[in-house]
């Protein structure tokens, strides 16, 4: 129920703000070319009319790769000749697979479709080759022996093969320089033929009401191939499994850092203090870049002020997006979603909050009118004293 309400409110999202992202030459360096996962690029002009009538099934491209994980981006040659001319671009739209460690991008020449550029990335998915498929005792075996010395994570599924954000996760944080996760996959029907044998060499219970305890499980082998396994107990997406394979390696690295024999340090002699000394220049504190939250837009306490929020965080300047989460569980909702969603609009300069429907309908009148169910998700243009819904 919580995937299907999340999948509702994305695609109200992105109707509402656009889930593909223009990238200036900066971004583009950094999350395109020094970033760890494959990332698809359209190249586009905002005066091209081919590329209008492709928005459409470029937003539905960027919900479906961004449920898996991967990052879907805009790049307007009209502001970024320089990235144009780097990727010799001759007519727009132009869309482009970036993979990391491949010199050159790989050129989509096939229908304009969702289904069709979708494909098109899944099937040139370097993940493909990082995911080990279990299909006996014997390939387990050899499986827990690749790469011992990491962290591994196995995943017990009804698919018949592994799924797409299974490859993703597997892509991004494959092994690397002493880090990384080495992923594998067990069908259930395989795990079934061969369940005593395989619980053994996992050291998990086989009784068929606990191994696994449920379908999909994902099992995890925190330190290296020899450490006692646990069961993965969050949320299946994409932003919470990335996440803790990320906790993984992180342990990992701090383990290996224990192992190294502490380095030795010279002591530095004191220095002996000048007879007019320099005062020493201070550098200006930067100011931190503010965390993506989704915050209440009704804060505890009510009363008068109630409505403060709304004013000064809806009506400040910058476009306002209000999330409307079930009367039940909202906590969880918008923990839930806050998580879904930094991947994708973290760097959004929008201010974000949440209502339940009973604190939308308090919202002055045309807000109300249109937030009074959930899902829903609210866009409000306070430049253009605009609403949409």
């Known amino acids: 129920m919580k995937l299907f309400f999340f999948f509702c409110l994305f695609s109200l999202i992105c109707r509402l703000v656009s889930c593909a992202t223009d990238l200036n030459a900066q971004q583009f360096s950094k999350d395109v070319l020094k970033g760890k996962s494959v990332h698809l690029i359209v190249f586009h002009s905002p005066h091209c009319g081919h590329c209008r009538n492709l928005m459409p099934t470029w937003e539905r491209v960027t919900q479906s790769l961004s449920k898996i994980g991967i990052p879907v981006s805009r790049v307007d040659v009209s502001r970024e000749q320089q990235l144009a001319g780097r990727y010799q671009i001759q007519g727009v739209p132009s869309i482009k697979l970036f993979i990391p460690g491949q010199s050159s991008p790989m050129d989509y020449m096939g229908a304009r479709s969702a289904q069709a550029i979708t494909s098109f990335v899944l099937e040139n998915h370097p993940g493909r080759n990082l995911v080990t498929t279990i299909s006996s005792p014997q390939h387990l075996e050899a499986f827990l022996r690749r790469d011992a010395q990491l962290p591994h994570a196995l995943l017990f599924s009804k698919q018949s093969a592994p799924p797409a954000m299974l490859k993703q996760l597997a892509h991004v944080h494959r092994p690397h320089r002493g880090q990384g996760v080495v992923v594998g996959f067990v069908s259930d029907k395989v795990f079934a033929r061969n369940r005593a044998r395989i619980a053994q060499l996992l050291g998990i219970d086989a009784d068929a009401d606990t191994a696994p305890p449920a379908w999909p499980a994902l099992l995890l082998f925190p330190e290296n191939a020899d450490s006692a396994p646990v069961w993965y107990k969050g949320a299946f997406a994409y932003p919470a499994l990335s996440e803790r394979l990320g906790a993984l390696h992180g342990a990992s690295a701090q383990q290996a850092q224990k192992a190294q024999a502490p380095k030795t340090s010279t002591p530095t002699p004191p220095k002996t203090a000048s007879k007019n000394p320099e005062p020493a220049a201070t550098a200006a504190p930067k100011a931190p870049k503010e965390a993506f939250a989704v915050r209440p837009l009704f804060p505890e306490g009510g009363g008068e002020d109630a409505l403060e929020t709304y004013r000064t965080g809806c009506l400040a300047g910058r476009m306002c997006v209000v999330l409307v989460v079930p009367e039940e569980e909202s906590a969880a909702h918008v923990a839930f979603l806050e998580a879904s969603l930094r991947p994708t609009f973290g ?36 430049k253009r004293s605009k609403i949409a819904a």
């Open 347 to 382: 760097h959004e300069a929008f201010a974000w909050y949440w209502a339940t429907p009973s604190g939308a309908a308090r919202l002055p009148g045309a807000v109300a009118e249109k937030g009074t169910a959930a899902p829903a998700a609210l866009a409000l243009n306070p």
